[in-house]
């Protein structure tokens, strides 16, 4: 039955800056011949819910249940699926531990509507390294982003990130308390149209948490595609 299906490629990227902040997805469908691409910005929003509304949009695109293989470069949406955590948090009734409900539940659970109407392979790629398509996604996740026409993302909670600016190492965690430690971002490449990055953010090595500081926030020279070295 499933082999009879339509094989359908499916490219996808989210991308908001900072985070949380302005966002957009990107979507590259592609079927035989045919090629379809898609976008949206919302003003405010995180990269994981646009990377996982991106993968969302492109599989309810499909008129037909298919065969599909979806690319992603978001560790997020692909361990979440591959390592069973969405179906033990449906099971949990959205709860990923007694006391801590699962994050984006409202996306999860629109995504495995679409996910249980097609056979769905989901890989993992590199972002930046040059795989046209899913460079083709990051463009257009940037561009919606930057876009004039961004809507709101109806099912983002605010309280879901911190509503305390944390300004320097040794403040306590809003969430747990624990002391938070300066962490410098990994190297990566420069995205398009990116005018500025974070130097180095607070972190909280209990649970996880990052805080983007203003003061660590630095624009981009023009030439320069890396992260700076100064310290």
């Not at 592609?30 to 990269?47: D, M, V």
């Not at 659970?109 to 249980?116: K, S, T």
């Not at 795989?131 to 940037?142: F, P």
């Not at 398009?192 to 926030?217: D, F, G, H, I, N």
């Amino acid at each position: 039955m499933a082999a009879e299906q339509p094989n359908v490629t499916l490219y996808t990227d989210g991308a908001a800056e900072p985070n949380p902040g302005p966002g957009g997805y990107g979507v590259v469908l592609l079927f035989g011949q045919h090629r379809k691409e898609l976008s949206a910005g919302f003003e405010l929003t995180t990269n994981n819910r646009m990377e996982l509304l991106a993968v969302i949009v492109g599989l309810e695109t499909l008129t037909t249940p298919c065969n599909v293989t979806v690319y992603s470069d978001a560790k997020y949406v692909v361990d979440s699926v591959e390592n069973g955590s969405v179906g033990r948090w449906r099971s949990n009734n959205w709860m990923r531990t007694q006391s801590e409900r699962a994050k984006n539940s409202d996306l999860w659970q629109r995504f495995l509507i679409a996910y249980e109407k097609h056979v769905v392979k989901l890989k993992w790629v590199p972002g930046h390294q040059g795989i046209a398509e899913n460079e083709r996604c990051d463009q257009l996740a940037i561009e919606a982003a930057q876009c004039a026409q961004r809507t709101a993302d109806s099912g983002y909670q605010p309280d879901e990130v911190s509503k305390v600016t944390h300004t320097e190492a040794g403040e306590a965690c809003r969430k747990c308390g624990t002391e938070l430690i300066k962490q410098r971002p990994k190297r990566k490449p420069r995205k398009p149209r990116q005018t500025y990055y974070y130097e180095w953010y607070l972190y909280c090595t209990c649970c996880k948490s990052m805080y983007m500081v203003e003061s660590a926030k630095r624009q981009y020279d023009s030439g320069s595609s890396i992260f700076n070295d100064a310290s």
